[in-house]
T-cell receptor
Framework: DQQVKQNSPSLSVQEGRISILNCDYT??????FLWYKKYPAEGPTFLIS?????DKNEDGRFTVFLNKSAKHLSLHIVPSQPGDSAVYFC??????????????FGKGTKLSVIP | EPEVTQTPSHQVTQMGQEVILRCVPI?????FYWYRQILGQKVEFLVS????????KSEIFDDQFSVERPDGSNFTLKIRSTKLEDSAMYFC?????????????FGSGTRLTVV
């Protein structure tokens, strides 16, 4: 049951160009979406999030777009830098009423930024 | 910057043995989590813990698993009788609130190998 799907396991982009990472979800109860970045031998690091009541959130070079009708979100990185090379996980959360949120993750997309 | 610390970084254990994975969450955080990632798979929620009790657990978190906060600083995950399929990267995470749009802070993980 893949509630959060990242259909591209990998993506290669030239340095300076735009990287677009995509994520689809099926659970309409998700109310928050997050992107995490993960380097080898490290834990996931929070990058940016968006509430389901918004359609765009921007933080420096990173912008997340949410299309609720299509149940689709994307992460744009402009301009891409070699240090952005990592695995990017899309995650979603929904209030379960139990006092804490659990995150549902996609399988990740490995981004390689080529100098 | 505050960190979530996990020890050991790599644990090899024989099938059927008990294993304890240790985590030191960020000191002022109140919510604690364990996630795992089987090689090549997505990051999966195991359990959340608040106020000295489990607030949520997934179907993966069966009777073989338990969590404890024995001394107010450590947060442990115990697997009573390990199986080959328990081999995975286990991530501990913590957050100051039950929900935060900035997600959790993850540790670097413990790679558990069951042989």
């Amino acid at each position: 049951d893949q509630q959060v799907k990242q259909n591209s396991p990998s993506l290669s982009v030239q340095e300076g160009r735009i990287s677009i990472l995509n994520c689809d979800y099926t659970n309409s109860m998700f109310d928050y979406f997050l992107w995490y970045k993960k380097y080898p031998a490290e834990g996931p690091t929070f990058l940016i999030s968006i509430s389901s009541i918004k359609d765009k959130n921007e933080d420096g070079r990173f912008t997340v777009f949410l299309n609720k009708s299509a149940k689709h979100l994307s992460l744009h990185i402009v301009p891409s830098q070699p240090g952005d090379s990592a695995v990017y996980f899309c995650a979603a959360s929904a209030w379960s009423g139990a006092g804490s949120y659990q995150l549902t993750f996609g399988k990740g997309t490995k981004l390689s930024v080529i100098p | 910057e505050p960190e979530v610390t996990q020890t050991p970084s790599h644990q090899v254990t024989q099938m059927g043995q008990e294993v304890i994975l240790r985590c030191v969450p960020i000191s002022n955080h109140l919510y604690f989590y364990w996630y795992r990632q089987i090689l090549g798979q997505k990051v999966e929620f195991l359990v959340s813990f608040y106020n000295n009790e489990i607030s949520e657990k997934s179907e993966i978190f069966d009777d073989q698993f338990s969590v404890e906060r024995p001394d107010g600083s450590n947060f442990t995950l115990k697997i009573r009788s390990t199986k080959l399929e328990d081999s995975a990267m286990y991530f501990c995470a913590s957050s100051i609130e039950g929900f935060t749009g900035e997600g959790y802070t993850f540790g670097s993980g413990t790679r558990l190998t069951v042989v």
